[in-house]
């Protein structure tokens, strides 16, 4: 049934009176809302660019669906043969097959400690072994142990990886004996010997030279400064000093820590003689360097 045209007339009325009291525009709490919104993600942006990102931890995101990765390679109805791997095509992998190697080395003597451990940071996968395991003191050449190591764990999956390794000395804050420095000077040319003696046996057992890098840290890296990196992300290890002339402090007045500090107790000592071995993060090595497909380099 239409309308009357009293009931039109009276219709279009309150309709012209509804769109007379709406204001042009948006309405009033919608500025409001952007300014809050433009603030909120210029906040997030900050985080952003201050934070220390770990390129091993996102890769394991976005590997958390469970595929199988990096596994020791199984011919049907055969069991795994040592030493033969799938690719490992990136830091997450590398970290799963390290953590697999610790275990069983832990089977293999549940009433020692593994002679290495696993951690990660913005350069990449680290993988730290025991100075005492490696070396004898106060000389660069390589204890049978750490050869097997190197034989039976890390050279593999060197081979079977893309990236770029740097193999690193490391050492305590004790000075070097005299009687060794005939030989040594300082912590600086034992470590960085002891870097190079690594790559040396990596090179003759078959590693790609060019994805090889030796350095030596001396006392200057202990490993408590990338737990200090992680908390405090604006945190400048190129400012680390060594600790005997009083305890330097931040602008805000919180102790900052010294090659000293970090080498109060024989614990940390121990855990600070070590040979590093980093498999770096790609976008910290020039493209083609690390590539299994060396033609890359070349084009």
Same mark, same amino acid.
């Given at each position: 049934?239409?309308?009357?045209p009293?009931?039109?007339?009276?219709?279009?009325?309150?309709?012209?009176?509804?769109v007379d009291s709406?204001?042009?525009g948006l309405?009033?709490?919608?500025? @409001?809302?952007?300014?809050?919104?433009?603030?909120?993600?210029?906040?997030?942006v900050?985080?952003?660019?201050i934070?220390?990102?770990?390129?091993?931890?996102?890769?394991e995101?976005?590997?958390s669906?469970g595929?199988?990765?990096?596994?020791?390679?199984k011919k049907?109805?055969?069991a795994?043969?040592?030493?033969?791997?799938? &690719?490992?095509?990136?830091?997450?992998? %590398?970290k799963?097959e %390290?953590?697999?190697?610790?275990?069983?080395m832990k089977?293999?003597n549940?009433?020692?400690d593994?002679p !290495?451990d696993i951690?990660?940071?913005s350069?990449?996968l680290?993988?730290? !072994?025991?100075?005492?395991?490696?070396?004898?003191s106060?000389?660069a050449d390589m204890k049978?142990?750490?050869?097997?190591?190197?034989?039976e764990?890390i050279i593999?999956?060197?081979?079977?990886s893309p990236? #770029?390794?740097?193999?690193?000395?490391h $050492?305590d804050?004790?000075?070097? &004996?005299?009687k060794?420095q005939k030989? *040594?000077? $300082?912590?600086?040319?034992l $470590?960085?010997?002891?870097g190079a =003696?690594?790559?040396?046996? %990596?090179i003759?057992?078959?590693v790609?030279?060019?994805?090889?890098?030796?350095?030596g *840290?001396?006392d200057?890296y202990?490993?408590?400064?990338?737990?200090?990196k $992680?908390?405090?992300p604006?945190?400048n290890?190129?400012?680390l000093t060594?600790?005997?002339?009083?305890q330097p =402090?931040d602008p805000?007045?919180n102790?900052?820590? =010294?090659?000293?500090s970090l080498?109060r @107790?024989k614990?940390?000592?121990s855990?600070?003689r070590r !040979? #590093?071995i980093?498999? !770096?993060?790609p976008?910290?090595h020039?493209?083609?360097?690390s590539?299994t497909?060396y033609?890359e380099a070349?084009?």
């Open positions: 049934m239409g309308m009357t009293g009931e039109k007339k009276a219709y279009n009325k309150g309709f012209e009176s509804g709406v204001e042009e309405p009033g709490w919608f500025g @409001t809302f952007a300014d809050m919104m433009t603030l909120l993600f210029a906040f997030f900050l985080l952003a660019a934070s220390t990102m770990d390129p091993v931890k996102l890769q995101m976005a590997n669906e595929k199988s990765l990096g596994s020791k390679i049907d109805g055969a795994e043969e040592e030493g033969e791997f799938e &690719p490992i095509e990136n830091l997450a992998q %590398m799963k %390290m953590k697999e190697s610790i275990e069983e089977k293999e549940p009433a020692g593994p !290495i951690q990660t940071n350069k990449g680290v993988v730290n !072994i025991k100075g005492d395991f490696a070396f004898p106060g000389k049978g142990e750490l050869k097997k190591l190197l034989d764990e593999p999956k060197i081979k079977a990236f #770029q390794v740097e193999v690193a000395g $050492s804050s004790d000075a070097m &004996p005299k060794w030989f *040594y000077k $300082s912590n600086w040319e $470590s960085a010997a002891r =003696t690594c790559v040396r046996y %990596m003759e057992k078959g790609p030279a060019p994805r090889l890098l030796a350095a *840290y001396g200057w202990p490993r408590g400064i990338d737990s200090i $992680s908390i405090n604006m945190y290890p190129l400012t060594w600790g005997d002339k009083g =402090t805000k007045g102790p900052l820590p =010294t090659v000293l080498n @107790t614990k940390q000592k855990g600070n !040979i #590093q980093t498999f !770096i993060n976008p910290h020039g493209k083609g360097r590539g497909d033609q070349e084009n």
